[in-house]
């Protein structure tokens, strides 16, 4: 008996069509896996089935995983058996969880701290329903729900599969299938991304590089990918919110300036990506998959803006100095001074995100215009950074703008007519925002500046007031000047019943008693 069993054929020496019979009759993705951890050979075929399966059930996520962590020989098994480099992921996320996120990334932005990718989903890490699906090896990344599941003995010490790359999990909830999301609710939004959105977020270039080689598109848009907001001014938002706002489809090139990515933006630049940040773009266009340009499906802010809001000085210089162009025609240079769709500039974008260290000098330095005009939701008015600051009750912005050279008499501005409200009308004012706030692009979400109540909070803001009404009449501010109805800025101090401002005119001299 022990000599016949000897003699016996092993599964290893099965010739190659036998053993893909039998592993095309193993239901679960696990028992698969198991095998293909038995020796190399049976590694071989057995993985490559695996990945066949995944790009015949239109099953991505092996792309997802690859482009995420980086994974050059997994992309490339997958490319292989016939996944598409622009396949789109979609998923029905919480809206309220997604707010969360969101609100605590853009806080990490306006106070200079990177984005934590905790507070931005990973395909292959969030929660999923109890289905099938294709997943990888548990080893690579022990932070996985799969992580927990035994790996399958292997045959031998020598014969073991030792890649740790393209093994697959042994989950028990794995089939080749994949399971959609839940169906979309009115508490619930939709996320759309590609596999070169995730390469950019996490800066790995290697599978970009990849990826455009086997014709993604370098454009894509997506939904819900990146936390970051439209902005259409700092006041603007606060006072004129929109109800019912869009979400934004930014493309890689954004979310790699988003991530602080130098070296992959300028990558991407390199491989002609538009340097507009959002692309209606959700399928490869006909013919070159990388020429986009043909239709214009670009809108919204450019790579400066967005260098300049990060605060990435490198990335501005390249693209201030690196001519701009596509295969199919050149692009303007970027101007130092160019409005985006909602007329901020790359200074406006650096101010609103406090980028004061050493954005804002830098762009100073290469001919930015201090004295920038945002267009207001009022119709035929704008407002420049000082009065904006001023207006808000950001005071610390207002007294660095001063500093800067801001001139000291402009603020909110009559379009139609000369003059309106200068800065020290603003300051006289009660701020637009509530006192204890966080200042920059985290207000509006209820982070609190420093501990104490209301009370302490005011008598905080309004001795800061102070400070800055003595800093504009410093640097000349008009104590007389009047607004488009002849208010000066006693009687604007008055009417708020600003007692610190009113204070802060009596020490530079204004007579409360005249008429």
Same mark, same amino acid.
Request: aromatic content about 4%.
């Given at each position: 008996a022990s000599r016949t069993m000897a003699q016996s054929p092993h599964l290893n020496a099965l010739p190659t069509e036998l053993l893909v019979f039998v592993i095309s009759n193993l239901n679960r993705v696990e028992d698969i896996a198991a095998l293909a951890l038995t020796n190399r050979r049976l590694y071989d075929t057995a993985n490559t089935y695996l990945y066949r399966c995944a790009a015949q059930c239109d099953d991505g996520r092996p792309l997802a995983w690859a482009a995420n962590r980086g994974l050059v020989s997994t992309l490339r098994m997958a490319l292989a058996a016939g996944l598409e480099p622009d396949f789109e992921f979609i998923e029905h996320l919480s809206a309220e969880e997604w707010e969360k996120a969101t609100a605590s990334a853009r806080a990490d932005a306006a106070a200079g701290r990177p984005k934590q990718r905790w507070a931005m989903w990973d395909y292959n890490n969030r929660p999923r329903p109890e289905t099938h699906g294709w997943s990888p090896d548990p080893a690579e990344d022990s932070s996985t729900p799969a992580a927990a599941s035994p790996r399958a003995p292997s045959a031998s010490d020598q014969d073991s599969v030792v890649s740790s790359e393209e093994d697959l999990s042994q989950r028990s909830d794995a089939t080749p299938t994949t399971e959609p999301s839940p169906t979309p609710t009115p508490q619930t939004l939709s996320r759309r991304y590609h596999a070169i959105h995730l390469a950019a977020r996490a800066g790995h270039n290697d599978i970009i590089e990849m990826l455009l080689r086997h014709g993604a598109t370098i454009n894509m848009s997506s939904q819900s990918f990146c936390a970051c907001p439209r902005l259409k001014g700092l006041l603007n938002d606060l006072e004129h919110p929109d109800p019912e706002p869009s979400q934004p489809q930014w493309t890689p090139l954004h979310v790699a300036i988003c991530h602080s990515h130098t070296e992959t /933006?300028?990558? &991407?630049?390199?491989? %002609? !990506?538009?340097?507009?940040?959002?692309?209606?773009?959700?399928?490869?266009?006909? #013919?070159?998959?990388?020429?986009?340009?043909?239709?214009?499906?670009?809108?919204?802010?450019?790579?400066?803006?967005?260098?300049?809001?990060?605060?990435?000085?490198?990335?501005?210089?390249?693209?201030?100095?690196?001519?701009?162009?596509t295969k199919t025609k050149p692009q303007p240079q970027p101007h130092i001074n160019h409005p985006d769709d909602h007329t901020l500039t790359p200074l406006y974008h650096a101010y609103a995100s406090r980028r004061w260290a050493t954005t804002i000098p830098l762009l100073l330095t290469l001919g930015a215009d201090i004295n920038c005009e945002t267009k207001m939701y009022i119709p035929y008015t704008a407002i420049t950074?000082?009065?904006? /600051?001023?207006? &808000?009750?950001?005071? %610390? !912005?207002?007294?660095?703008?001063?500093?800067?050279?801001?001139?000291?008499?402009? #603020?909110?501005?009559?379009?139609?007519?000369?003059?309106?409200?200068?800065?020290?009308?603003?300051?006289?004012?009660?701020?637009?925002?509530?006192?204890?706030?966080?200042?920059?692009?985290?207000?509006?979400?209820?982070?609190?500046?420093?501990?104490?109540?209301?009370?302490?909070?005011?008598?905080?803001?309004?001795k800061a007031c102070m400070r800055t009404i003595e800093k504009l009449v410093a640097r000349g501010a008009s104590l007389d000047a009047m607004d488009c109805f002849g208010s000066t800025p006693l009687m604007a101090a008055v009417q708020a019943c600003n007692t610190f401002a009113l204070e802060a005119l009596r020490i530079a001299g204004v007579d409360g008693d005249a008429d």
């Open positions: /933006a300028k990558l &991407l630049l390199s491989h %002609d !990506a538009s340097p507009w940040m959002e692309s209606t773009l959700t399928k490869a266009p006909s #013919g070159n998959n990388n020429n986009n340009n043909s239709h214009n499906p670009f809108y919204g802010s450019t790579a400066l803006h967005h260098a300049s809001g990060m605060g990435l000085t490198t990335l501005i210089h390249h693209l201030l100095s690196t001519p701009t162009k950074p000082l009065g904006e /600051a001023c207006r &808000l009750g950001d005071f %610390d !912005a207002a007294n660095r703008l001063v500093e800067l050279g801001a001139d000291v008499g402009k #603020g909110f501005l009559a379009l139609t007519k000369t003059g309106c409200l200068t800065p020290l009308h603003m300051c006289c004012m009660r701020p637009a925002r509530p006192a204890g706030e966080s200042p920059g692009r985290a207000q509006g979400r209820g982070e609190v500046e420093e501990g104490g109540d209301d009370d302490d909070n005011e008598a905080r803001r309004g």
